[in-house]
């Protein structure tokens, strides 16, 4: 059983399979639609990111999906960035790459240099899990990475395909409903989980061998799973979740608000922002999901659909501060990752003998990728643990033991 056909329930499928055979069963339960935090939203029939919009050029398992599923990325349409303080654009994106770095040296001084060789250090570290998870090693407590560097793609016809994707490669059965209780059936050899479930139609059961919660569990969900029989008790709720709401506007932007009373001057596709204002995060001038070769990004005076990022959902005079006028604003409300910080020691994978966590590592760092290879991650300790293959979890001097395979 597989709770949740978000990327992480969905990868981790197809990762099972991969693994035990095609003649594993494999459940998985969704109380919403399939994708989670990969969404569309559909304005004037063409669709938009509500959710992830981009991939990061070395999420070699996003890369990995596309691939198989034989999916494309979506066309690149070009548009320039600034930061925005509230006041002041405090840096601007221009069309040369070495000017643009002169201008982030200028602005942050050494502290930007630092920045890029501590985010290359890390990268370079975490691009070894790959080589781990290829040779069959898992961890069984969570791992951190961080990246900010390299290009940015998406899938062509939208981020979510990928989910439904690989549950339609995987033949998994997907059971629309919500997961209530976990209990422990048996403790004699193997153990056996009862998984009770409810849905518009009703309330129904199941028994399975292994059970991945590839769903949050965290104080802000309502419907967090309970479990039973376990001794001792598991109790896996942790913090809070980061609220954040995307609003898809059509309409004209106000380019007044950023300083540029001709909105035909106004040269940005994208607007990020420092701690002020604070109502708004992010403004993106959209391209839908399906980019046709003749397609051209909307310019700043003829009206567009622009996504806003915010904590909160946007008031009235909100959108009036940054659209002269507007056709439409639809939303999607995200509990889009954990609040982190300095905190006890992180969850781990594994809550019970074949009964794991998979959103573990999103404690650590939250994005699709890092949900991926948690995936990867789980499928391996669920297979080497189901076939006692113990010395492929938590590997001491593991570097040198994958060298020496090499």
């Given at each position: 059983?597989?709770?949740?056909?978000?990327?992480?329930?969905?990868?981790?499928?197809?990762?099972?399979?991969?693994?035990?055979?095609?003649?594993?069963?494999?459940?998985?339960?969704?109380?919403?639609?399939?994708?989670?935090?990969?969404?569309?939203?559909?304005?004037?029939?063409?669709?938009?990111?509500?959710?992830?919009?981009?991939?990061?050029?070395l999420s070699l398992h996003m890369q990995g999906f596309v691939k198989q599923l034989g999916l494309r990325h979506r066309?690149?349409?070009?548009?320039?960035?600034?930061?925005?303080?509230?006041?002041?654009?405090?840096?601007?994106?221009?069309?040369?790459?070495?000017?643009?770095?002169?201008?982030?040296?200028?602005?942050?001084?050494?502290?930007?240099?630092?920045?890029?060789?501590?985010?290359?250090?890390?990268?370079?570290?975490?691009?070894?899990?790959?080589?781990?998870?290829?040779?069959?090693?898992?961890?069984?407590?969570?791992?951190?990475?961080?990246?900010?560097?390299?290009?940015?793609?998406?899938?062509?016809?939208?981020?979510?395909?990928?989910?439904?994707?690989?549950?339609?490669?995987?033949?998994?059965?997907?059971?629309?409903?919500?997961?209530?209780?976990?209990?422990?059936?048996?403790?004699?050899?193997?153990?056996?989980?009862?998984?009770?479930?409810?849905?518009?139609?009703?309330?129904?059961?199941?028994?399975?061998?292994?059970?991945?919660?590839?769903?949050?569990?965290?104080?802000?969900?309502?419907?967090?799973?309970?479990?039973?029989?376990?001794?001792?008790?598991?109790?896996?709720?942790?913090?809070?979740?980061?609220?954040?709401?995307?609003?898809?506007?059509?309409?004209?932007?106000?380019?007044?608000?950023?300083?540029?009373?001709?909105?035909?001057?106004?040269?940005?596709?994208?607007?990020?922002?420092?701690?002020?204002?604070?109502?708004?995060?992010?403004?993106?001038?959209?391209?839908?999901?399906?980019?046709?070769?003749?397609?051209?990004?909307?310019?700043?005076?003829?009206?567009?659909?622009?996504?806003?990022?915010?904590?909160?959902?946007?008031?009235?005079?909100?959108?009036?501060?940054?659209?002269?006028?507007?056709?439409?604003?639809?939303?999607?409300?995200?509990?889009?990752?954990?609040?982190?910080?300095?905190?006890?020691?992180?969850?781990?994978?594994?809550?019970?003998?074949?009964?794991?966590?998979?959103?573990?590592?999103?404690?650590?760092?939250?994005?699709?990728?890092?949900?991926?290879?948690?995936?990867?991650?789980?499928?391996?300790?669920?297979?080497?643990?189901?076939?006692?293959?113990?010395?492929?979890?938590?590997?001491?001097?593991?570097?040198?033991?994958?060298?020496?395979?090499?």
């Amino acid at each position: 059983a597989v709770v949740g056909a978000g990327i992480g329930g969905s990868a981790v499928a197809h990762f099972l399979q991969q693994h035990f055979g095609p003649r594993v069963q494999i459940d998985v339960f969704e109380k919403g639609t399939v994708g989670g935090r990969l969404a569309t939203i559909s304005v004037n029939k063409q669709h938009y990111e509500s959710g992830a919009a981009s991939f990061h050029s070395l999420s070699l398992h996003m890369q990995g999906f596309v691939k198989q599923l034989g999916l494309r990325h979506r066309r690149e349409v070009g548009g320039r960035s600034a930061i925005f303080n509230g006041e002041d654009f405090v840096l601007e994106e221009t069309d040369w790459y070495l000017l643009n770095l002169f201008r982030l040296w200028w602005h942050y001084g050494i502290s930007f240099l630092r920045l890029q060789m501590w985010v290359e250090e890390v990268m370079e570290k975490f691009m070894r899990i790959y080589k781990y998870q290829a040779h069959g090693y898992a961890f069984s407590g969570a791992m951190s990475l961080a990246g900010a560097q390299g290009s940015l793609w998406s899938v062509e016809g939208g981020n979510k395909l990928v989910c439904s994707g690989l549950l339609k490669l995987t033949k998994a059965n997907v059971i629309h409903a919500t997961v209530t209780t976990v209990t422990l059936q048996q403790t004699e050899g193997k153990p056996l989980y009862h998984v009770k479930y409810e849905n518009e139609v009703g309330t129904g059961s199941d028994y399975y061998d292994i059970v991945v919660i590839a769903t949050p569990l965290h104080l802000d969900n309502s419907s967090t799973i309970t479990f039973e029989g376990f001794d001792p008790p598991i109790d896996v709720v942790q913090g809070s979740f980061q609220p954040t709401v995307i609003s898809l506007v059509h309409g004209y932007l106000n380019s007044s608000y950023f300083g540029f009373p001709d909105p035909k001057l106004f040269p940005f596709a994208s607007i990020l922002t420092t701690d002020f204002p604070s109502f708004f995060c992010a403004l993106d001038n959209m391209c839908p999901v399906n980019v046709s070769a003749s397609f051209r990004r909307k310019q700043p005076q003829e009206a567009a659909v622009w996504r806003v990022r915010s904590p909160q959902p946007l008031l009235r005079s909100q959108l009036k501060t940054l659209f002269r006028s507007y056709y439409s604003v639809q939303t999607a409300e995200w509990q889009a990752h954990p609040v982190h910080g300095p905190r006890s020691p992180l969850p781990r994978f594994v809550l019970h003998d074949q009964l794991f966590l998979l959103n573990a590592l999103e404690w650590a760092a939250s994005s699709v990728e890092v949900t991926a290879v948690a995936a990867k991650n789980v499928a391996l300790l669920a297979f080497n643990r189901w076939y006692q293959d113990l010395d492929k979890i938590d590997q001491k001097d593991l570097m040198h033991k994958v060298k020496t395979e090499l």
